[in-house]
Structures are given as structure tokens and as C-alpha cells.
């Protein structure tokens, strides 16, 4: 199994290939600390799975996760997160990645997540699952954000970082005029008038670091 990792702390990137390099039959063959470095990885090594943080300067993990698919639907995709994964986990699932593991539990369950994905499943914890079962009957993903496309999910997280329309529109490379577009869609979806709602409701919710 060919694993790539990427994740912009080297300590965590460290802290994975530890684990990853004890175990027979895995080969971990790049790793990367932002998209730039993960997709020239991608251009010139055959890779069978990334690890990716779902949180990596300048792009959001669910835009990089279609945009692995888009360059090779066989790529396997692990999001490792330290949100919480009744947030975020099933926004990453319907983006394409085939599990979803916290960095808290990433020592223990990594392997074990990694070989069941390259086995053909797709993998959650057991507290997760857990969740989802109580859950089934409440109408999973009606929380006011959960209605965002995933470009205005990112800009609902960057407004609540404290962001300017213009620094956003600078990381995303997009234009001013685009961002507030994005960003007025955002409010009237979640019936906000100001940017301190956003901040609260992210605060709230654990949306952000």
C-alpha cells in the first residue's frame, strides 16, 4: 500500500510515520505540508491512499479531496481531523474520502483504518457510529451550516477566524466581488445578519480551532 501523508505539522506528519513504517506492507512514498506539494506528489508517484488533514494552509481538505478524485478516482482518501467527527466527518464522506479518523485517535486506529479502506470499506469509529445510530431518525445534517455548499462552508470558517473579505479572497484566489457573493448566500442560508453570529454559531458548534 502506497501512502502519502499530508498535514502542515511536521511533528503530526512524524508522529504518522511511526506508526506507518512499523507495519509490513505499507510503503509510505511522499509526504507533503500543503496542496501544492501533495499534488506534485501525485503527478509523479503511483499512490494507493492519502492521509490528509482535513485543516492545511491556503486550501479547505473537502475542495482537495474532489480535487484528488478528479486527478485519479482510485486514490483512497483518510481524513485525519481534530474537529469533531459528528461536524465534520460526514461532509468529508459525501466529498469523496473513503474514512475519517481524529488525530486523537490516529496512534491506535491508523492502521487498522488504512487496511480496511484498501480493503474496499470505508471507515468511522465506533463513537461515531455510535452517533449516527441515535441519530438516524433526527434528520442528520439539518444544523444551519450543514445546508452550506462546501466552498460557502469554507468561508463561513474563515469569516469566523476573524478574516477579511479581501484576505479570503487573497487565500482563495478568487475575486472580492466572488467572496461577498459567496459570503451573502452563506447569511441568508443561515438567517445571519452579522459576522459576530458566525463566530458565535462556529464557536458554539466547534467548527473552529
Given amino acids: 500500500m502506497r501512502i502519502v501523508i499530508v498535514d502542515d505539522h511536521e511533528l503530526v506528519r512524524e508522529g504518522l510515520k511511526k506508526v506507518l513504517l512499523k507495519e509490513p506492507g505499507i510503503q509510505l512514498v511522499g509526504e507533503a505540508s500543503n496542496a501544492t506539494e501533495l499534488f506534485k506528489l501525485l503527478e509523479e508517484t503511483e499512490v494507493d491512499l492519502v492521509v490528509l488533514d482535513i485543516t492545511i494552509p491556503g486550501r479547505s481538505g473537502l475542495d482537495i479531496i474532489g480535487?484528488?478524485?478528479?486527478?485519479?478516482?482510485?486514490?483512497?482518501?483518510?481524513?485525519?481531523?481534530?474537529?469533531?467527527?459528528?461536524?465534520f466527518a460526514l461532509r468529508a464522506l459525501k466529498a469523496g474520502a473513503s474514512g475519517y479518523l481524529s488525530k486523537e485517535a490516529a496512534a491506535k486506529e491508523l492502521v487498522t483504518a488504512i487496511k480496511k479502506i484498501m480493503g474496499g470499506g470505508r471507515y468511522i469509529s465506533a463513537s461515531l457510529a455510535e452517533y449516527l445510530a441515535i441519530n438516524f431518525d433526527k434528520e442528520l445534517g439539518k444544523l444551519p451550516h450543514e445546508t452550506l455548499s462546501n466552498r460557502e462552508f469554507e468561508i463561513f470558517r474563515l469569516i469566523a477566524k476573524g478574516k477579511s473579505v479581501g484576505q479570503i479572497a487573497e487565500e482563495l484566489i478568487l475575486s472580492v466581488n466572488t467572496i461577498t457573493?459567496?459570503?451573502?448566500?452563506?447569511?441568508?442560508?443561515?438567517?445571519?445578519?452579522?459576522n459576530a453570529e458566525i463566530v458565535r454559531y462556529a464557536i458554539e458548534n466547534s467548527l473552529i480551532e
Fill in 67 to 87: 480535487d484528488i478524485k478528479k486527478l485519479n478516482d482510485h486514490i483512497r482518501i483518510l481524513i485525519l481531523s481534530m474537529h469533531p467527527e459528528e461536524r
Fill in 181 to 194: 457573493s459567496y459570503r451573502s448566500r452563506m447569511m441568508e442560508k443561515m438567517n445571519f445578519s452579522s
